[in-house]
């Protein structure tokens, strides 16, 4: 019995890789991801020995193994013995492996979550009795704004938002067609918008909350280098009380579905544990929040990062200033994922993860130590 992992470096699955050795056994796990074995064997050690968690049973990371390879290269960059040894008695294949872009050219995409899917899924060919644990988003619902979303919907006849979505979607089709054609056992796991209130040290993976929030940094430091007044403003010039009032075009009464990672990862696990046990079949489980959090979200987040802003959502500006249309040109990507009025269909996950209590609500206190940047565009 062993397991294979992708994309165990993330901030998704070092997580997954920390819970599943806090579940105890002896199965070894084999890291497979970009670098030599030696970064890899560094980087996933720093990152399990900071997360927060039960604790980890003695000689745990030596059930760690490495294997320097590419999932957008032919075989995984594996040799044929690397791979032999990378798949004899393999029983789990996690793939996680992912790129997250939600601007710029989409071959990269493509490459990364489809392409490289299928590369994962020509390696599941050589391990017949593994089961394959693919992580994917919720948000391949795309631009559907309204309605429950089943666990076994997926369709594009609503477009989508970001070619990151198309991908991940594209993605799942690969996989559920690999699955009906060989019968093969899958569970495919949809995560809400992942996040943490835990400042994450320099060189672990960065939450996808704050890399949504860095498109609007980088749109004001240009901003910043061209108006004085709004470098006073941004480093506390102005007296106290005084206020910026930005208007955001969005809609009020939108919703995002954010989820701590560190209960995604618990009901991941769980839910592999549950799954293991199942006849062979394709089953998608919602890793998502009970809870929507409101449009407010995004105000919170930037007034966060920078006090001086006050920000009120409003369905439309017919006469945008300068810096409303500097935030809209940042912050539309972020904005729309705040757009939707659907919800996500939980009944798959609850089945799995037994009496694993639900995570708790995301509040604006949590939002605030969540997307707090104290070094944000202050010190640039």
Same mark, same amino acid.
């Given at each position: 019995m062993s397991i294979v992992f992708t994309g165990a470096t993330g901030f998704l699955g070092c997580r997954i890789v920390r819970e599943l050795l806090s579940e105890g056994g002896d199965e070894p796990i084999t890291i497979i991801g970009r670098g030599s074995e030696p970064e890899l064997r560094a980087r996933m050690t720093a990152a399990v020995t900071w997360l927060h968690g039960p604790p980890l049973p003695a000689g745990a990371l030596d059930r760690l193994h490495y294997l320097s390879g590419d999932i957008t290269l032919p075989g995984l960059g594996l040799t044929a013995e690397e791979r032999a040894r990378a798949t004899d008695g393999l029983t789990q294949l996690w793939h996680n492996a992912a790129l997250t872009r939600l601007e710029g050219d989409p071959a990269p995409l493509h490459l990364t979550n489809v392409v490289g899917t299928r590369h994962v899924l020509e390696l599941a060919d050589h391990a017949?009795?593994? &089961?394959?644990?693919?992580?994917s988003t919720a948000y391949v619902a795309g631009r559907r704004r309204t309605g429950h979303i089943?666990?076994?919907d997926l369709r594009e006849d609503h477009g989508f938002q970001v070619h990151y979505e198309e991908s991940k979607y594209t993605g799942e089709r690969l996989v559920r067609a690999w699955a009906s054609?060989?019968?093969r056992s899958v569970t495919v796991l949809r995560t809400g918008l992942l996040t943490t209130d835990r400042p994450i040290p320099d060189g672990l993976p960065a939450q996808p909350l704050n890399t949504l929030l860095r498109l609007i940094d980088i749109g004001l430091r240009t901003r910043v280098g061209r108006q004085a007044s709004l470098v006073a403003f941004l480093k506390?010039?102005? &007296?106290r009380g005084d206020a910026v009032r930005v208007r955001v075009a969005a809609d009020p009464e939108g919703t995002a579905n954010l989820v701590q990672a560190e209960y995604a990862a618990r009901a991941i696990v769980r839910t592999a544990k549950a799954h293991a046990r199942r006849p062979a079949a394709?089953?998608?489980?919602?890793v998502t929040h009970p809870h929507n959090v409101?449009?407010?979200i995004a105000p919170k987040a930037l007034q966060v990062r920078y006090p001086r802003l006050s920000l009120r959502l409003v369905p439309h500006i017919p006469d945008p200033s300068p810096l409303e249309t500097l935030i809209a040109q940042q912050g539309g990507r972020m904005l729309e994922f705040s757009t939707h009025r659907r919800t996500y269909d939980r009944t798959h996950l609850l089945e799995a993860v037994g009496d694993l209590p639900d995570p708790e609500p995301i509040d604006e206190n949590?939002?605030?130590r969540a997307c707090g940047d104290p070094d944000a565009l202050v010190s640039a």
């Open positions: 017949p009795d593994a &089961r394959l644990m693919h992580v089943l666990e076994d054609r060989t019968g506390g010039g102005r &007296r394709a089953r998608t489980v919602h409101s449009a407010d949590y939002l605030a």
